[in-house]
């Protein structure tokens, strides 16, 4: 929805199959991060779907190709160009399930994920892919490259370092430069919201004596809501300021049903 409106919003009859595609995609990649990891959960985490025998590894194998695909045959129906950047991303979302357990820089991959939602929104959209639509892209990807370091540090426990914090706050930042005059204080405000959430989902990482990174990864990720929202800043309308809030509360309700790591 962001990267939509940072393209100008528009062509609103495509936002029900970007919603759709870009939801399967993120399913497919849930479903494969879990065949892909299936040996590491055998020996640490056995109450997992797979190893705990509810499911099989060859069925969560063909389910994630399932929805990959049902993904990208939705963003197909919105325009060539976003289905041909569908089957991109789906590339990298295979790549790194394949990969994130091997590689250090494996964040990076997930983070180059999501700066190409906003693009395949905003290609939808009446201007098309804006430079906001790529700089904000930029600064969601950041921020969950810096997300995804301590999802790492949870499967793999370390010590903690602070460089991840300056991804994080990336989309801050950005929003700063972008709302001026009357629109800075807005901004100002709705940062302000965010800091506070960021600071309240780190410190059970870094400022607690029992680390529960989980917790951390949960709030950060529900704290996608509120990059989102900094970029389309405080002028969009009303509405899409109670859409947010809305998707906020339900990202953090589902978290109690679905867990988020």
Same mark, same amino acid.
């Given at each position: 929805?962001?990267?939509?409106?940072?393209?100008?919003g528009?062509?609103?009859?495509?936002?029900?199959?970007?919603?759709?595609?870009?939801?399967?995609?993120?399913?497919?990649?849930?479903?494969?991060?879990?065949?892909?990891?299936?040996?590491?959960d055998?020996?640490?985490?056995?109450?997992?779907?797979?190893p705990?025998?509810?499911?099989? *590894?060859?069925?969560?194998?063909? =389910?994630?190709?399932?929805? #990959?695909? !049902?993904?990208? +045959?939705? $963003?197909?129906?919105?325009?060539?160009?976003?289905g041909?950047?569908?089957i991109?991303?789906?590339c990298?979302?295979?790549?790194?399930?394949?990969?994130?357990?091997?590689?250090?820089?494996?964040?990076?991959?997930?983070?180059?994920?999501?700066?190409?939602?906003?693009?395949?929104?905003?290609?939808?959209?009446?201007?098309? *892919?804006?430079?906001?639509?790529? =700089?904000?892209?930029?600064? #969601?990807? !950041?921020?969950? +490259?810096? $997300?995804s370091?301590f999802?790492r540090?949870?499967?793999?426990?370390?010590?903690?370092r602070?460089?991840?914090?300056?991804?994080?706050?990336?989309p801050?930042?950005?929003?700063q430069?972008?709302?001026?005059?009357?629109?800075?204080?807005g901004?100002?405000?709705l940062?302000?919201?965010?800091?506070?959430?960021?600071?309240?989902?780190?410190?059970?990482?870094? =400022?607690?004596?029992?680390r529960?990174i989980?917790?951390?990864?949960?709030?950060?990720?529900?704290?996608?809501?509120?990059?989102?929202?900094?970029?389309?800043?405080?002028?969009?309308?009303?509405v899409?300021?109670f859409?947010?809030v809305?998707?906020?509360?339900?990202?953090?309700?589902?978290?109690?049903?679905?867990?988020?790591?």
């Open positions: 929805m962001a990267g939509w409106w940072l393209g100008g528009g062509n609103a009859k495509t936002l029900p199959f970007l919603f759709v595609g870009a939801t399967f995609l993120y399913v497919g990649g849930m479903f494969l991060n879990d065949a892909f990891d299936v040996e590491f055998r020996e640490h985490r056995k109450e997992r779907p797979i705990s025998g509810k499911i099989t *590894v060859d069925a969560v194998f063909f =389910w994630a190709f399932a929805w #990959l695909t !049902l993904g990208i +045959i939705s $963003l197909f129906c919105t325009s060539a160009v976003t041909c950047l569908g991109f991303v789906a990298l979302i295979v790549l790194y399930d394949w990969l994130h357990k091997r590689i250090v820089f494996a964040p990076v991959l997930m983070g180059i994920c999501r700066f190409f939602l906003y693009v395949i929104a905003a290609a939808v959209s009446e201007k098309g *892919v804006t430079g906001w639509a790529i =700089w904000c892209g930029l600064a #969601l990807g !950041l921020y969950v +490259i810096g $997300l370091y999802a540090i949870e499967s793999a426990p370390g010590a903690l602070y460089w991840p914090l300056l991804p994080l706050v990336t801050v930042l950005l929003a430069f972008m709302n001026a005059n009357g629109a800075r204080q901004a100002l405000l940062s302000g919201i965010f800091v506070l959430w960021m600071v309240k989902c780190l410190r059970y990482g870094f =400022w607690t004596n029992e529960n989980g917790r951390t990864v949960s709030g950060l990720l529900a704290g996608i809501v509120f990059v989102d929202w900094l970029a389309i800043g405080p002028d969009a309308p009303r899409l300021g859409v947010f809305g998707c906020f509360l339900a990202a953090l309700g589902f978290q109690r049903f679905v867990p988020a790591t």
